[in-house]
């Protein structure tokens, strides 16, 4: 057990959510996707004023477990999962948060590059980046960019899209 994970708080929540997305990223999926589990529970039992907080670090309102979710789901492969999470997440993120916005929707990308359709999943990750104002590009945004690159199979690499992608965000 993690510290402070058995108390629900927007702590608790942040703790699970970064360790569900490590998880993720390190691979072991089954364990992200229980942490993800664990952290909704958490959720459900946080106060009213904390779940309703959208625009500060003190709240944990219900986009930040999609966000969390989509990530998960997008790196585990269960693209339907990622699909419901980044719906939702679109839907419930105030229109002041465009850079949380666009990393749904990379990971939109990443999945889309994932099940194979190549060409589409880079575009739509360099069509965001493009619609994305350069002053919300960040070391997240470019983060999670490469790992729309990284949903590419190797030998699918040599695409022009590919290395123009990686180039931008490598700069």
């Given at each position: 057990?993690?510290?402070?994970?058995?108390?629900?708080?927007?702590?608790?929540?942040?703790?699970?959510?970064?360790?569900?997305?490590?998880?993720?990223?390190?691979?072991?999926?089954?364990?992200?996707?229980?942490?993800?589990?664990?952290?909704?529970?958490?959720?459900?039992?946080?106060?009213?004023?904390?779940?309703?907080?959208?625009?500060?670090?003190?709240?944990?309102?219900?986009?930040?477990?999609?966000?969390?979710?989509?990530?998960?789901?997008?790196?585990?492969?269960?693209?339907?999962?990622?699909?419901?999470?980044?719906?939702?997440?679109?839907?419930?993120?105030?229109?002041?948060?465009?850079?949380?916005?666009?990393?749904?929707?990379?990971?939109?990308?990443?999945?889309?590059?994932?099940?194979?359709?190549?060409?589409?999943?880079?575009?739509?990750?360099?069509?965001?980046?493009?619609?994305?104002?350069?002053?919300?590009?960040n070391e997240l945004v470019r983060a999670?960019?490469?790992?729309?690159?990284?949903?590419?199979?190797?030998?699918?690499?040599?695409?022009?899209?590919?290395?123009?992608?990686?180039?931008?965000?490598?700069?």
């Amino acid at each position: 057990m993690l510290p402070l994970a058995g108390r629900p708080s927007a702590a608790t929540c942040g703790l699970l959510a970064g360790r569900a997305q490590a998880l993720s990223l390190a691979g072991r999926h089954d364990e992200a996707v229980a942490t993800v589990r664990h952290l909704s529970e958490q959720i459900e039992k946080l106060p009213a004023a904390v779940v309703g907080d959208v625009e500060s670090l003190w709240g944990w309102p219900e986009h930040r477990l999609r966000h969390t979710e989509s990530w998960v789901y997008t790196h585990s492969g269960d693209r339907r999962a990622a699909a419901a999470a980044q719906a939702r997440a679109l839907e419930l993120y105030p229109a002041s948060q465009i850079r949380l916005r666009t990393q749904v929707q990379l990971h939109q990308a990443a999945a889309t590059a994932r099940t194979g359709d190549i060409t589409d999943g880079l575009t739509a990750a360099a069509d965001l980046l493009d619609r994305l104002p350069q002053e919300q590009h960040n070391e997240l945004v470019r983060a999670v960019t490469l790992q729309v690159t990284a949903a590419v199979p190797d030998r699918e690499r040599h695409r022009p899209l590919y290395t123009e992608l990686i180039d931008r965000v490598q700069r």
